[in-house]
């Protein structure tokens, strides 16, 4: 019940602002349009600069803690209302041969392994609840109507 009556509430609301701003668009005049038009062209003009960074958004190339060579194609890229889409590409090559593989002090025990996490932290304890209380109330109705339908005959 609860979908169907916000999704009205919301096409209502909705239809009301589309229609109110339609209206307002309407009464501006042509040079007032172009004006808005153009700045808003300008503001939509993005610039943004291309690089590797690490956690903190530090950039990585020529640090000495990052064991690759950084390199960018292009270390900026443009976007407007009519340019939307720039690619980019950041190459990362090892500049130093990976150290010895590290042995596990213990290599006949297996390593453990903790569940996948999904990041779903729903509480399954209130719908299983849910769903017993349902089965039970199932099972009730059920021996009810039997019940009652013996007694009818």
């Not at 005049?29 to 600069?49: F, I």
């Amino acid at each position: 019940m609860y979908p169907t009556v916000s999704d009205c509430w919301n096409s209502f609301h909705q239809s009301r602002a589309i229609t109110f701003y339609a209206e307002s668009v309407a009464q501006i005049d042509d040079d007032t349009y172009e004006k808005m038009w153009d700045q808003a062209v300008k503001y939509s003009r993005k610039t943004y600069y291309v690089t590797e960074t690490d956690a903190d958004g530090v950039p990585v190339a020529g640090s000495a803690s990052f064991a690759y060579t950084v390199s960018v194609d292009k270390t900026s890229v443009t976007l407007s209302g009519d340019h939307s889409e720039e690619a980019a590409v950041i190459t990362n090559a090892r500049t130093e041969p990976p150290g010895e593989p590290v042995i596990p002090e213990n290599p006949d025990t297996p390593p453990t392994q903790n569940s996948v996490r999904t990041g779903d932290e729903t509480p399954l304890g209130l719908y299983l609840g849910i769903f017993a209380g349902s089965a039970v109330m199932l099972v009730v109705l059920l021996v009810f109507f039997v019940r009652r339908r013996r007694k009818t005959r």
